[in-house]
Nanobody, 121 residues
Framework: HVQLVESGGGSVQAGGSLRLSCASS????????MGWFRQSPGKEREGLAA???????TYAASANGRYTISKDNAKNTLYLQMNSLKPEDTAVYYC????????????????WGQGTQVTVS
């Protein structure tokens, strides 16, 4: 079982930046794919970015150009750098891991963190 713990959320003004981190209890290279998702009240969980074991990245249209996903295998940590933040980016952000194919669909992921709140005003 993999435990994931997100950190780095908080409140930021529009146009600002945040970097989210996700620490994994197991080697992140043991997962085929890791991803970032977000969910705001009344909305479905939305896939933002995913990175495969070999480092290939996939981005949702809403994230492309502003968000960057990366990982540090030595630290077993996943990151999401978010720039040019907008009020509509306000949500709880989750990291997730999967042994399955690398997709931006929540159902494709086996393990989830508890989430970290990001508020943009």
């Amino acid at each position: 079982h993999v435990q994931l713990v997100e950190s780095g959320g908080g409140s930021v003004q529009a146009g600002g930046s945040l970097r989210l981190s996700c620490a994994s209890s197991k080697y992140i290279s043991s997962n085929n794919c890791m991803g970032w998702f977000r969910q705001s009240p009344g909305k479905e969980r939305e896939g933002l970015a995913a990175i495969s074991r070999d480092g290939s990245r996939t981005y949702a249209a809403s994230a492309n150009g502003r968000y960057t996903i990366s990982k540090d295998n030595a630290k077993n940590t996943l990151y999401l750098q978010m720039n040019s933040l907008k009020p509509e980016d306000t949500a709880v952000y989750y990291c997730a891991a999967t042994t399955r194919l690398c997709r931006l669909l929540p159902d494709a992921y086996n393990y989830w963190g508890q989430g970290t709140q990001v508020t943009v005003s």
